[in-house]
């Protein structure tokens, strides 16, 4: 999916034909923490622990990739009519659909898992991200084709927000749902649908956005909140339910503002640049590959656990991710090998001779 853009500067919030480096950057970022964190819950076994690293990146990164996603969904010049629709959904039922289930089934049949145990999980072992961003342009589609213009904005927003609430765990016994049906289609995941929307507006407003970023108060404010919340979260008898969107989208913004102000450094000039840009290029295939290089049973390096110390443990499943992302890129380049497969699996644009 690429982001499209007028001139050679990145900053431009108009339509046109160049890729923001940045974005791509900023993806190869999230993709590489979404790597970090698995290492550190499903390798080093941090789940409930205390003080970790874990805590505060997970209160952005998912809603970040949504965020992303939605970013470059947005097409100004996009007429949603029932052919454009239909081909929309044939050229995504593929790659979140098909390929997904594809490596799920294979992850079950090498790790010897049940298949129905999986599909009736919320995270379908790790598997549920393309299903539920499938949903999400499911919802988007939908609305963008019976809305008019004018309001559209609006309407987005609150079915962004009821999704959300509806969904969220505390409202969820309410939804007159069988369990095993809500699992199936990982509805407890949906609720980041209002970070995706919150993509598509930043894309569809750019200039507008770009000029809160730039003013006095707008970046402050958020900094402010984000770690002011975070430090006294515990003392602040508020419902989680309600604050968390919040952090997540303070957390948003300071995320994409340091990338926006540091572009330079996360250009194609630049080696970092360079990296995270193919990285980002390439979440897809890093996604549905790394689950099967997350080494197992490295809960016996219980200095995490006994001695908390987050910098070293964000170092050391760092250290452990990138030898997974390098082992997946490895793998997806070997893949790619045959437009065939690199078509049908990670949805690369056929050639014609």
């Not at 995320?255 to 572009?263: G, I, S």
């Amino acid at each position: 999916m690429e982001i499209q853009n007028t001139t050679n500067s990145p900053q431009s919030g108009q339509a046109g034909t160049k890729r923001i480096e940045y974005i791509d950057a900023l993806r190869g970022f999230t993709m590489f923490l979404v790597v970090v964190c698995h290492v550190s819950l499903f390798c080093f076994g941090v789940f409930g622990r205390g003080y970790t690293y874990v805590a505060f990146v997970l209160q952005v990164v998912m809603p970040l990739f949504f965020f992303i996603s939605g970013f470059v969904m947005y097409k100004a010049d996009m007429k949603w009519n029932v052919g454009q629709i239909v081909k929309f959904f044939k050229k995504k039922i593929p790659v979140l659909l098909i390929t997904p289930f594809i490596f799920f089934a294979v992850y079950v049949f090498t790790y010897d898992k049940s298949m129905m145990e999986g599909l009736f999980e919320v995270g379908k072992f790790g598997y549920w991200f393309t299903f539920v961003l499938f949903v999400y342009y499911a919802i988007y589609v939908t609305v963008m084709s019976i809305c008019r213009k004018w309001w559209v904005d609006i309407v987005l927003v609150l079915v962004g927000l009821c999704v959300y609430f509806v969904v969220w765990p505390g409202y969820k016994s309410y939804v007159p749902v069988p369990d095993d049906v809500l699992s199936l289609l990982s509805v407890d995941r949906w609720h980041h649908f209002i970070f995706f929307v919150l993509g598509i507006l930043t894309r569809k407003h750019f200039k507008k956005v770009e000029n809160l970023l730039e003013g006095k108060w707008f970046v402050m404010v958020c900094l402010l909140f984000y770690f002011l919340d975070n430090a006294f979260a515990k003392a602040l008898p508020i419902n989680g339910g309600v604050v968390l969107p919040f952090l997540s989208f303070t957390g948003i913004v300071i995320v994409f503002t340091f990338f926006r102000k540091n572009q330079a450094v996360f250009s194609k000039e630049h080696r970092l640049g360079r990296a995270m840009q193919f990285v980002g290029r390439r979440t897809l295939d890093i996604y549905l590959i790394h689950y099967f290089f997350l080494p197992e049973n490295l809960t016996f390096v219980t200095v995490f656990k006994d001695h908390p110390m987050p910098v070293l443990e964000f170092l050391a499943s760092s250290t452990v991710a990138i030898i997974v992302i390098v082992a997946s890129l490895l793998v997806s380049n070997i893949i790619r090998l045959s437009p065939f497969l690199a078509h049908w699996l990670f949805g690369v644009k056929q050639v014609s001779n």
